[in-house]
């Protein structure tokens, strides 16, 4: 949506999406159907939305100007829907301390990336501003290793899928929780646990699902042996009075049309399964009763010689 304080009459909105154009945070705008002359509405749908992707507005003459667009960030919500490129991080968790080694690799078609992130301060920036970039690598500088959503883009206009990383620079909480960085999908089983920041496995501790506690009893990790929609939301650890960052952990829905057919498949299933089974049997009853005919004619043709 547009948010324009007291518009006058007849103002118009002028919708653009955001086309990467390296090297640095720039991009170009490529006007969305429907909107060349303006709409009346200050808000624009977009149907079937499974990526990432940044759009802007305008209101008025739709002289675009450049500004930063705002993003919707997709991780993807069914196993079926996947996008044209990704994201890995290493180590492969949400929270990480700021003194660790942390590298983003961009994976796809294409071999041109840039990484990007937007941080809570509101700043867009490429890899060039806070790491190294090594082909489709980039490695985080320590020193600008900051909390945010993380995510690639290539000038062809494709967008991976986000994460948000959340880095531990708490000197009297030095404790983090590992956590899954993409989404978990319904039925696979999860394990949370709490480190420090020598990496040990603390063990004595609490863990909290959207700052409720789960167990009275000290434990050393969480287990989840089949992840459901109820199980989405914010964790955290406690140790010894300490409390780690939370982090989101989404859970992702298994495709409707998957989870639909999956009835018919146990029913069609078994009855192809015995359908086999028969043809095999008259297969084997036919081979056999041509194996029987063979041999008494070659008992008849032996009995007439003699």
């Not at 590298?103 to 990336?113: D, M, Q, V, Y």
């Not at 531990?168 to 039925?187: A, D, F, K, R, Y």
């Not at 089983?189 to 420090?196: A, K, M, Q």
């Not at 063990?203 to 909290?208: A, D, G, L, R």
């Amino acid at each position: 949506s547009c948010e324009v304080q007291h518009p006058p009459a007849g103002t118009r909105f002028f919708w653009y999406k955001a086309v990467p154009k390296p090297p640095g945070n720039l991009y170009t705008y490529e006007l969305l159907p429907g909107s060349a002359n303006g709409t009346d509405d200050n808000f624009y749908i977009i149907h079937g939305l499974n990526n990432t992707a940044g759009y802007v507005c305008e209101a008025g003459s739709g002289e675009l100007k450049y500004r930063d667009p705002s993003f919707v960030w997709s991780a993807g919500q069914f196993i079926c829907v996947s996008p044209l490129t990704s994201l890995s991080v290493n180590p492969d968790r949400v929270q990480h301390f700021r003194s660790e080694s942390v590298s983003l690799n961009c994976e796809g078609k294409t071999a041109e990336w840039r990484m990007m992130k937007f941080t809570k301060r509101g700043n867009l920036l490429d890899c060039s501003n806070w790491g190294r970039m090594t082909g489709t690598t980039c490695i985080i500088d320590i020193y600008w290793f900051v909390s945010g959503v993380y995510w690639c883009e290539s000038e062809s206009g494709e967008f991976s899928n986000a994460v948000n990383i959340t880095v531990q620079n708490n000197m009297w909480n030095n404790i983090i929780l590992l956590s899954p960085v993409h989404p978990v999908t319904e039925g696979d089983p999860v394990t949370l646990s709490c480190r420090d920041k020598e990496q040990n496995l603390l063990s004595n501790v609490f863990f909290y699902h959207n700052d409720k506690l789960l167990h009275n009893d000290n434990r050393e990790e969480l287990n989840i042996s089949a992840v459901s929609k109820s199980d989405e939301g914010f964790y955290k650890c406690q140790h010894s009075g300490k409390d780690s960052p939370r982090s989101w952990m989404s859970v992702r829905a298994v495709s409707s049309s998957l989870s639909s057919s999956f009835p018919m498949l146990l029913i069609v299933g078994p009855v192809v399964g015995i359908v086999l089974i028969i043809l095999l049997l008259l297969l084997w009853c036919c081979r056999r009763s041509k194996g029987d005919a063979i041999f008494f004619s070659e008992m008849y043709n032996w009995s007439i010689f003699y």
